[in-house]
């Protein structure tokens, strides 16, 4: 079975650049999550979305974060322009929503911004 | 503001006893509670879990205890092996409402040999 897909797995990209992280949920999972982890905050929520609606993105630090999720195998995290204090790695994650139902992650993306 | 809170960033334990890692959270919307473990260089993985009707759940050598006056619960790993070292992260979701999932700053275990 393959799991949650995230590319790249690594990134560096100078200050100012656009970053584009990808992400592939789990097939007949119908919402997704991106995290950001850094050691302040551990897994910190950035947005989520519900059969590709998204629901809540009140954490999406700044006007720089973007996400989308044209459907239900594809999902998007944007920052542009991307600054150092992004570095960090994000996360995505998919689920069935339902109570039993537990987040799978993908490995994440290892994002450097010199 | 920090729903959910892991106040030890790290814990040793000598293989063989127990590790009891703590978890607590602010919301008493939360009703349903994991934990997660992550390694290196890997995404987290789901260990175990709890719904707020119980008050604990058992999965082999993995206990989760829920004290949901005191808004707290706790992993239990009896008895611990080297191979249990990670970070472990607990996690609290609405489920009969927004489905967010919330996750505390993890504790790092080492299980020593």
């Known amino acids: 079975d393959a799991g949650v897909i995230q590319s790249p797995r690594h990134e560096v990209t100078e200050m100012g650049q656009e970053v584009t992280l990808r992400c592939k949920p789990i097939?007949?999972?119908?919402?997704l999550f991106w995290y950001r982890q850094t050691m302040m905050r551990g897994l910190e929520l950035l947005i989520y979305f519900n059969n590709n609606v998204p629901i809540d993105d009140s954490g999406m630090p700044e006007d720089r974060f973007s996400a989308k999720m044209p459907n239900a195998s594809f999902s998007t995290l944007k920052i542009q322009p991307s600054e150092p204090r992004d570095s960090a790695v994000y996360f995505c994650?998919?689920?069935?929503?339902?109570?039993?139902?537990?987040?799978?992650f993908g490995n994440g993306t290892r994002l450097t911004v010199t | 503001d920090q729903q959910v809170k892991q106040n030890s960033p790290s814990l040793s334990v000598q293989e063989g006893r127990i590790s009891i890692l703590n978890c607590d959270y602010t919301n008493s919307m939360f009703d349903y509670f994991l934990w997660y473990k992550k390694y290196p260089a890997e995404g987290p993985t789901f260990l175990i879990s709890i719904s707020s009707i119980k008050d604990k759940n058992e999965d082999g050598r993995f206990t989760v205890f829920l004290n949901k006056s005191a808004k707290h619960l706790s992993l239990h790993i009896v008895p611990s092996q080297p191979g249990d070292s990670a970070v472990y992260f607990c996690a609290a979701s609405h489920e009969s409402g927004t489905y967010k999932y919330i996750f505390g700053t993890g504790t790092r275990l080492k299980v020593l040999a």
């Open positions: 097939s007949g999972h119908n919402s």
């Open positions: 994650a998919s689920r069935v929503t339902g109570l039993g139902s537990p987040l799978h």
